[in-house]
């Protein structure tokens, strides 16, 4: 029975990932900006956007890396929601079975100056600008 079960998810995988339904998503960039730091109550800046695959498309392999960036206090990008859909799949021996991939994500560029005046005083400057990467499959013969 395990090894059954294991043949199927290797077929799944093998059909689901084919090589002919697979395709470069990116690089997209998510900009925050500059920022001078002018408030003891902590200067901010933010951008959040989100990446959607579309129709019979999900994503694999979304990532997200931070191409430069500072701040006193922190500065950071992240994933911060995912959305996912249930797809049918089907073996090349006829098993089907339900799926969840991912077909969405929102993602935060963030860098924040801190509270006080220190930052405000030695005039810092805050960046924060990352980039999106992924690869994007197409799981429909349509």
């Not at 090589?19 to 997209?28: E, I, L, R, T």
């Not at 730091?37 to 694999?60: H, L, N, P, V």
């Not at 991939?101 to 990352?130: F, K, M, N, Q, W």
Request: hydrophobic fraction near 35%; include cysteine.
């Amino acid at each position: 029975m395990k090894t059954h079960l294991a043949m199927l998810l290797a077929s799944l995988s093998f059909d689901l990932y084919a090589a002919d339904n697979v395709s470069a998503y990116g690089p997209y960039n998510v900009d925050a900006g500059k920022e001078k730091c002018t408030s003891d109550s902590g200067t901010e800046i933010r951008k959040e956007q989100t990446f959607e695959a579309t129709g019979d498309r999900f994503f694999k392999n979304f990532t997200v890396s931070k191409i430069s960036g500072w701040a006193p206090k922190k500065a950071y990008r992240e994933i911060f929601d995912v959305a996912e859909k249930e797809i049918d799949v089907e073996s090349r021996d006829g098993y089907k079975v339900k799926v969840k991939v991912p077909y969405r994500y929102s993602v935060r560029a963030h860098a924040d100056c801190g509270s006080g005046y220190g930052p405000v005083l030695r005039g810092e400057t805050i960046s924060i600008e990352c980039e999106v990467n992924a690869q994007i499959v197409k799981y429909s013969n349509d």
